[in-house]
């Protein structure tokens, strides 16, 4: 198969003509050549008004809820809803059932995942069941495949299993990932603990019990000398400590996800269930400060953190919503008001696979094409009938989005959204 795109603006840091616009051809999967007016028959031609096209989008921290919750998502509708969103590679975290806590859950994804057209990599956990009493068998799904290791949506609550994780996977290389959340404090809360929990009679998670637990974090982490990466930070105070640790030399990277970066505790006011998060949502000053660390770079990479759930536990009392948002899709549209191509091309592209040691593809003649094609300054209205994903959890349905997904080409394969 044959596929052209058309002018296209280039944006990539290895490339020599990044910001300027070229033809590109494509040809059984290879970068076939990369010219100002290519000329060629029986191809397939992609056109827009403004394309631009970079090495695709990578997230670090999703859940595709397959094995054990296949009627919430499955890799395959994860896959199409990644694509859909411009991704050609996603990590998954750990918490199916059973979780990816040995490593033949782990080779079960790798299996499965093959003929996909996006890329998945495994995170194995870091105890057994994610349960927090013991340590998973880490060298052997490191082995398996696993990219990084992480209990996900139930952070290490004991300090010394933690330590011992940190500690263990210094021979391989490989890192550990956080959610930030001291489960001790707030533990029935339903929002940020503030003004507007009060007001909305909720009760509330205070910003402390992801501040104690990123502090907790750093000095493990400067304990082993190991790497750690910490995932949905949403408080200012979280970013500050995390800033000051970089600036230390310690090996720490971190993560937002866009919802921190649009919405605050005052958007529930309406009790809205698919805002319902964890990490909550916290109050104005943190979410601007969220966005500020984007663009100064102390944030690394910003994740989608896909959480598809389905409409039982969504539609309902606030009190009763299950937390997440089946948001894979969304996530370029939501951040492009505050973020530029170039910024946002960073911290999708290069900082992810800079830090979990995946290689870094090239956009350059006789390359493989992994490769993410969109339109930055168009706009659609989110409907649901956009949804790929099996799950509808997604607050941006209705909502005007800036910044369309056109396709992404992966291990032979295109993926065109219409």
Not at 43 to 59: C, E, F, T
Not at 77 to 105: C, F, R
Not at 182 to 199: C, F, I, P, V, Y
Not at 359 to 385: C, M, N, R, S, Y
């Amino acid at each position: 198969m044959k596929l052209l795109i058309r002018q296209a603006t280039i944006i990539h840091s290895s490339y020599t003509g990044t910001g300027n616009k070229k033809d590109i051809l494509i040809h059984n999967g290879i970068i076939e050549k990369i010219a100002n007016d290519i000329q060629d028959t029986d191809v397939k031609i992609l056109a827009g008004n403004d394309l631009h096209v970079s090495i695709g989008w990578m997230d670090i921290f999703a859940d595709f809820a397959d094995p054990g919750h296949e009627y919430r998502e499955t890799l395959e509708t994860g896959a199409e809803a990644a694509a859909a969103g411009g991704y050609t590679d996603v990590m998954l975290i750990p918490n199916t059932k059973p979780a990816l806590s040995e490593k033949g859950q782990i080779e079960y994804i790798i299996r499965k995942s093959a003929l996909l057209p996006v890329t998945l990599y495994p995170i194995g956990c870091i105890t057994q069941q994610a349960e927090g009493k013991l340590l998973a068998e880490m060298y052997d799904m490191h082995q398996s495949g696993a990219i990084a290791f992480s209990d996900g949506l139930l952070p290490v609550q004991h300090s010394g299993i933690l330590l011992k994780a940190l500690q263990y996977v210094l021979a391989n290389g490989a890192s550990i990932i956080q959610l930030p959340q001291d489960k001790s404090l707030g533990a029935k809360g339903l929002m940020n603990e503030g003004l507007m929990s009060t007001r909305l009679g909720l009760p509330g998670i205070p910003a402390i019990a992801e501040e104690l637990m990123i502090n907790r974090d750093i000095e493990l982490l400067r304990y082993s000398n190991s790497k750690l990466h910490i995932t949905g930070v949403s408080t200012q105070k979280g970013i500050e400590l995390i800033s000051a640790a970089k600036k230390e030399g310690l090996s720490i990277t971190c993560s937002v996800t866009p919802y921190h970066a649009c919405f605050c505790d005052e958007d529930l006011a309406d009790y809205n269930t698919n805002l319902k998060l964890n990490p909550v949502l916290r109050n104005r000053q943190d979410m601007m400060a969220i966005r500020k660390a984007i663009g100064e770079n102390v944030v690394d990479c910003i994740c989608s953190q896909h959480l598809p759930l389905h409409s039982d536990d969504k539609d309902c009392e606030f009190e009763y919503a299950l937390p997440g948002i089946a948001g894979i899709e969304t996530v370029y549209g939501a951040v492009s008001p505050f973020l530029t191509v170039e910024k946002w091309i960073e911290k999708v592209t290069l900082a992810p696979r800079k830090i979990f040691g995946i290689p870094i593809p090239e956009i350059k003649e006789g390359a493989a094409a992994t490769l993410t094609v969109f339109e930055p300054h168009e706009t659609l209205i989110w409907q649901k009938e956009n949804i790929r994903s099996k799950s509808f959890n997604n607050p941006f349905i209705g909502k005007k989005l800036t910044g369309i997904v056109k396709a992404i080409i992966n291990k032979n394969q295109v993926r065109i959204n219409n």
